[in-house]
């Protein structure tokens, strides 16, 4: 059983940066694809990015070159760079493990992980 654990949301005006981080067990957080999801107020959880076991990156197109997915392989720590944020990005973030992958990670497809975070609260107002 993984535990992952996530922090960093908070509160923003339009056009801030914010940084979320989740942290895991080494084993998990060497082998598997990892990802960031969030749910928007009274929407379904969407995938917003995704790093595989090489670092291989995805991006949902509604975040690309505002959002940057990172790992420190150090710390056992993802993270989830925010820049550029707006009203729309408001929503409960989750990180999650996909313990079937290790490569070509599912950004669409949030039922393929297994194990996930609490969820981080972000907002952002216009």
């Known amino acids: 059983q ?3 654990v996530e922090s960093g949301g908070g509160s ?3 056009g801030g940066s914010l940084m979320l981080s ?3 067990s080494k084993y998990a957080f060497s082998t598997y694809c990892m990802g960031w999801f969030r749910q928007p107020p009274g929407k ?3 995938g917003v990015s995704a790093i ?3 670092g291989t990156t995805r ?3 509604s975040v690309k070159g505002r959002f940057t997915i990172s790992k420190d392989n150090a710390k056992n720590t993802l993270y989830l760079r925010m820049n550029s944020l ?3 990005d408001t929503a409960i973030y989750y990180c999650a493990l996909d313990v079937r992958r290790a490569y070509d990670c599912y950004l669409r497809s949030w ?3 297994d194990f996930w975070g609490q969820g981080t609260q972000v907002t952002v107002s216009s």
């Open 2 to 4: 993984e535990r992952l």
């Open 22 to 24: 989740c942290s895991l």
């Open 52 to 54: 595989d076991r090489a």
């Open 12 to 14: 923003v005006q339009a």
């Open 86 to 88: 707006k009203p729309e």
């Open 111 to 113: 039922s393929s992980y």
């Open 59 to 61: 991006y949902a197109d």
């Open 44 to 46: 379904g959880r969407e």
